[in-house]
């Protein structure tokens, strides 16, 4: 839990402008797919889940393993930061390739 316990994650407020503009920008493609509406709760669900998951995890973590969360999340982190050049690299592919897609669809139609 140390990480969430350092005062740069306490000073990031929640509902601050660009969590705003991010939902607005996901909720945006949602709308303009034409589906019903049962559709489009689905897909705002699925939105929402996966928003959770990032701050979430950790914290169910700790609450289900109790004490022995601490060594586990602690792992964790330290496999993060060794492997961080490249869990971005797979991210920035992921995006890269999401792109690429994207351009070829709107070159072809």
Known sequence: MLILATPRRQRRGVGRAGDVDRTIGA???IAQTGASAGADVVA??????????GPGLPVAI???????????????????????????????????????????AVLSA
């Open 44 to 53: 705002v669900a699925v939105f929402v889940f996966i928003a959770i998951l």
């Open 62 to 104: 700790y609450f289900w393993m109790g004490e022995g969360a601490d060594r586990r999340l602690a792992d964790i982190k330290a496999w993060m930061i060794r492997h961080n050049a490249a869990v971005m690299a797979v991210l920035c592919l992921l995006i890269g390739a999401k792109l690429v897609g994207d351009a070829i």
């Open 27 to 29: 909720a945006a493609p």
